[in-house]
């Protein structure tokens, strides 16, 4: 098992920044494909971003793609989503989420094994 937690959420003004963190504990964090989605209040959960594990490629919603980086540290067992332009649509609950590599899809939730508790972004007006 690899236990997820995020941590770096918070309130911030529209066009500000923050940096989430998801730290796994478990040997075999360096063969999971870690993603990142978010759910905000009414909608489904929807993918952000995923990374692999040499951290080589990485895939981005759309609607992220340009303000979002996805990054991660082996050496630390950690996954990071460095978040700038925010705006008030990226306010969601925004969890951490892994899966063994290989698999197709990443961008389902349904194809990722292991979940963090979420962490709240707001983005003020």
């Known amino acids: 098992q690899v236990p997820l937690v995020e941590s770096g959420g918070g309130l911030v003004q529209a066009g500000g920044s923050l940096r989430l963190s998801c730290a796994a504990s478990g040997r075999f964090f360096s063969i999971y494909d870690m993603g990142w989605f978010r759910q905000a209040p009414g909608k489904e959960r929807e993918f952000v971003a995923v990374?692999?594990?040499?951290?080589?490629?990485?895939t981005y919603a759309d609607s992220v793609k340009g303000r979002f980086t996805i990054s991660r540290d082996n050496a630390k067992s950690s996954v990071y989503l460095q978040m700038n332009s925010l705006k008030p649509e990226d306010t969601a609950v925004y969890y951490c989420?892994?899966?063994?590599?290989?698999?197709?899809?990443?961008?389902?939730?349904?194809?990722?094994?292991?979940w963090g508790q979420g962490t709240q972004v707001t983005v003020a007006p």
């Open positions: 990374i692999i594990p040499s951290g080589i490629s990485t």
């Open positions: 989420a892994a899966r063994m590599t290989g698999a197709t899809m990443p961008q389902q939730s349904q194809r990722y094994d292991l």
